[in-house]
């Protein structure tokens, strides 16, 4: 008579115990997907707020690799992007002329989610992440220039190494796919202040006399593609 209720107790003991302790799994697990990293790839295209640069190289496609951490709601970021164009410089009085661009920038960036990052990547469904940003780094610079004054005249070449430090504004979009693949797309505004000199077919004094600062502006966008790691 009284051993029927005290079974019941102990089965609602037991009953409640498990149930707490599967809660402190299933808390547990989502603790562990709150801190991602991300290792990826990105391609687009560069435009420049010069005039002359557009003039000369107009539009540059951008490559890079990229390397990003989040922890809820907040994340940073490592990435190196490069572009190369040749193009026609604007000359007077010359017969032919040819340039090269190249750029290599290393940034640092600081990427904050606008949406809850609780359970990012961990779900079947494809969901879309926003973020903005805000970074800095270094950037290298290297433009290559040949040129003859007559067709019968030597070729010539001057070469100019520019480097310096600047910063990234940025926003964009993750989509995760599934739980280990992302895609997404970024709009970035990056400004370096550069300074270098020239060298080549000039002497030592002229290339000190012609030392050149550069404001390297402009606007990058890109799509990515990257593996999730669970940390």
């Given at each position: 008579m009284y051993?029927?209720?005290?079974?019941?107790?102990?089965?609602t003991?037991?009953?409640?115990?498990?149930?707490?302790?599967?809660n402190?799994i299933?808390?547990?697990?989502?603790e562990?997907?709150?801190?991602?990293?991300?290792?990826?790839?990105?391609?687009?295209?560069?435009?420049?707020t010069?005039?002359?640069?557009?003039?000369?190289?107009?539009?540059?496609?951008?490559?890079g690799?990229y390397?990003?951490?989040?922890a809820?709601?907040?994340?940073?970021?490592?990435?190196?992007?490069?572009?190369?164009k040749?193009?026609?410089?604007?000359?007077?009085?010359?017969y032919?002329?040819?340039?090269?661009?190249?750029?290599?920038?290393?940034t640092?960036?600081?990427r904050?989610?606008?949406?809850?990052?609780?359970?990012?990547?961990?779900k079947?469904?494809t969901e879309?992440?926003?973020?903005?940003?805000?970074?800095?780094?270094?950037?290298f610079?290297?433009?290559?220039?040949?040129?003859?004054q007559?067709s019968?005249s030597r070729?010539q070449?001057?070469?100019?190494?520019?480097?310096?430090?600047?910063?990234?504004?940025?926003?964009?979009?993750?989509?995760?796919?599934?739980?280990?693949?992302i895609?997404?797309?970024?709009?970035k505004?990056?400004?370096?202040?550069l300074?270098?000199?020239?060298s080549?077919?000039?002497?030592?004094?002229?290339?000190?006399?012609?030392?050149?600062?550069?404001?390297f502006?402009g606007?990058?966008?890109?799509?990515?593609?990257?593996?999730v790691f669970h940390?």
């Amino acid at each position: 008579m009284y051993l029927i209720p005290i079974k019941e107790e102990l089965r609602t003991l037991r009953h409640d115990k498990e149930k707490s302790f599967e809660n402190g799994i299933e808390i547990s697990k989502k603790e562990k997907v709150e801190t991602i990293s991300v290792l990826g790839f990105k391609t687009g295209s560069y435009s420049s707020t010069s005039d002359i640069f557009k003039e000369v190289y107009g539009t540059c496609s951008t490559w890079g690799f990229y390397y990003n951490v989040w922890a809820k709601n907040g994340g940073a970021e490592v990435e190196w992007e490069r572009f190369s164009k040749d193009g026609t410089p604007i000359t007077f009085n010359v017969y032919y002329a040819k340039s090269t661009i190249t750029s290599d920038g290393m940034t640092v960036n600081l990427r904050f989610s606008l949406v809850t990052n609780e359970s990012k990547y961990n779900k079947s469904d494809t969901e879309i992440y926003p973020y903005i940003g805000i970074g800095g780094g270094f950037n290298f610079v290297t433009e290559d220039l040949i040129f003859k004054q007559t067709s019968n005249s030597r070729e010539q070449n001057l070469k100019i190494d520019l480097n310096g430090f600047g910063y990234n504004l940025l926003a964009g979009i993750d989509i995760r796919i599934n739980e280990f693949i992302i895609i997404g797309g970024e709009y970035k505004y990056r400004n370096f202040a550069l300074s270098g000199f020239y060298s080549g077919d000039i002497t030592y004094e002229e290339a000190v006399a012609n030392e050149q600062h550069v404001d390297f502006d402009g606007y990058i966008l890109n799509g990515h593609i990257g593996i999730v790691f669970h940390l």
